[in-house]
């Protein structure tokens, strides 16, 4: 059936560090993927979008690239900051409006 | 941008009691949609609704009910409120000509079964 994998549950790191947040998917229908950003005590916001195949979007100096091939739309950074910190989102179109989630990656970044 | 508000944002109830959860968008949106967030399990939907009197069965639907009275409003019902119900619920709302069904997420209400 369809579904989102994100691998890491905890991810820890230093500021100015580089992050990369996986995320693979498998959906019946041509896919429309996403990444949501959860701040503390805040409601989910959408941070990506894509449907397109081998093209890097980018926002807010994270990008990710879907590839259909692999069934992959990992999230990246060059340089993490201290408000990066937050739980990340992957999340798929499956049917009749609906959207498949990830169990989520929480991002904690130290000084 | 989106609005999409939740009342109330926190509630404390007793095991066995009724509880109402409300949602309301004014983004003319037509789906909504309930979620429920836990540590481990992500956002897992319990009901969602494409307009005013549809109801669609969600993922995770025992021990809840719902009722979209108005294109605005989504109402999420616990009937006989149980412990395994304390969560973090949260509204949404996306529109159908929007690319993909992008969600918008309401603040949430925090929900605690003693």
């Known amino acids: 059936g369809d579904s989102v994998t994100q691998t890491e549950g905890l991810v820890t790191l230093t500021k100015g560090l580089p992050v990369m947040l996986n995320c693979t998917y498998q959906t019946t229908y041509s896919p429309f993927l996403f990444w949501y950003v959860q701040h503390l005590n805040e409601a989910p916001k959408l941070l990506l979008k894509s449907s397109t195949d081998n093209k890097r979007t980018e926002h807010q100096g994270f990008y990710a690239t879907l590839h259909k091939s692999s069934s992959s739309f990992h999230l990246q950074k060059s340089s993490v900051q201290l408000s990066d910190s937050a739980l990340y989102f992957c999340?798929?179109?499956?049917?009749?409006?609906?959207?498949?989630f990830g169990q989520g990656t929480k991002l904690s970044i130290k000084p | 941008e989106a609005a999409v508000t939740q009342s109330p944002r926190n509630k404390v109830t007793v095991t066995g009691g009724n509880v109402t959860l409300s949602c309301r968008q004014t983004n003319s949106h037509n789906y909504m949609y309930w979620y429920r967030q836990d540590t481990g399990h992500g956002l897992r939907l319990i009901h969602y609704s494409y307009g005013a009197g549809n109801l669609q069965i969600g993922d995770v639907p025992d021990g809840y009910k719902a009722t979209r009275t108005t294109q605005e409003d989504f109402f999420l019902l616990l009937e006989l409120a149980s412990p395994s119900q304390t969560s973090l619920y949260f509204c949404a709302s996306s529109d159908a000509r929007d690319w993909g069904y992008e969600q918008y997420f309401g603040p949430g209400t925090r929900l605690t079964v003693l």
């Open positions: 999340a798929s179109y499956y049917n009749q409006g609906k959207l498949i």
